[in-house]
């Protein structure tokens, strides 16, 4: 069972950068795509991006340009840069899983991390 857990999230201003961390139990992201997810408050789970097993990566409109997925294979380690960050910006910050080289937001993620708390004030 591959185990998923972030961290780095925090309160901060707007403006500010935050770089978020995934952690896997298990030796996969080599060979599973990978997702950063959101949920604001009141809101439904929307996606961030993707990369996939050889590090391509993709975003939705929302974050284009200020968010960057990377990835640290060797420590298993996902990582979600956030510059210029806004108050809707704010929630709950997933990561995710799944098997194989097929990497969309739109397909369903096997494994999910527990969250980290971002929160954006103006």
């Known amino acids: 069972q591959v185990q998923l857990v972030e961290s780095g999230g925090g309160s901060v201003q707007t403006g500010a950068s935050l770089k978020l961390s995934c952690v896997s139990s298990?030796?996969?992201?080599?060979?599973?795509?990978m997702g950063w997810f959101r949920q604001a408050t009141g809101k439904e789970r929307a996606a961030i991006g993707t990369?996939?097993?050889?590090?391509?990566?993709a975003y939705t409109d929302s974050t284009k340009g200020r968010f960057t997925i990377s990835k640290d294979n060797g420590k298993n380690t996902l990582y979600l840069e956030m510059n210029d960050l806004k108050p809707e910006d704010s929630g709950i910050y997933y990561c995710?899983?799944?098997?194989?080289?097929?990497?969309?937001?739109?397909?369903?993620?096997?494994?999910w991390g527990p969250g980290t708390q971002v929160t954006v004030s103006s």
């Open positions: 995710a899983a799944r098997y194989g080289s097929r990497c969309s937001q739109d397909l369903v993620f096997t494994y």
């Open positions: 990369i996939t097993n050889d590090g391509r990566t």
């Open positions: 298990h030796l996969i992201l080599g060979i599973y795509c």
